[in-house]
């Protein structure tokens, strides 16, 4: 059992940037992956981005590539979230996930994570 909690998320307006951080606690095995994701209003939950505990390998969406990073401190057990040049349409609540992943094909899907945060509101005015 890994337990997640996100925070860092607010209100904030166009072209403005945000770090979301999530702190990990529980037990990580070596091939763990940690993962953003996000759904708003009337929508589906989007893979955003991961990242491996171990070695630190990252992969996106490939929208997202030149504005958002993921990062991860192994020695204060958080997974970050860089967020630039926001926009209206990143108005979600954005979720912290953990996983023994197998490999790269389903880092992007949902429901292959075990254990999830409670979800932090980012919400992009124009």
């Known amino acids: 059992q890994v337990q997640l909690v996100e925070s860092g998320g607010g209100l904030v307006q166009a072209g403005d940037s945000l770090r979301l951080s999530c702190a990990v606690s529980?037990?990580?095995?070596?091939?763990?992956?940690m993962g953003w994701f996000r759904q708003a209003p009337g929508k589906e939950r989007e893979f955003v981005a991961t990242?491996?505990?171990?070695?630190?390998?990252?992969f996106y969406t490939d929208s997202m590539k030149g504005r958002f990073n993921i990062s991860r401190d192994n020695a204060k057990s958080t997974v970050f979230l860089q967020m630039n040049s926001l926009k209206p349409e990143d108005t979600a609540v954005y979720y912290c996930?953990?996983?023994?992943?197998?490999?790269?094909?389903?880092?992007?899907?949902?429901?292959?994570?075990?254990?999830w945060g409670q979800g932090t509101q980012v919400t992009v005015s124009s």
């Open positions: 996930a953990a996983g023994p992943l197998n490999g790269a094909s389903i880092y992007g899907n949902a429901r292959a994570y075990e254990d």
């Open positions: 990242i491996t505990w171990r070695g630190g390998k990252t």
């Open positions: 529980g037990r990580i095995s070596g091939n763990y992956a």
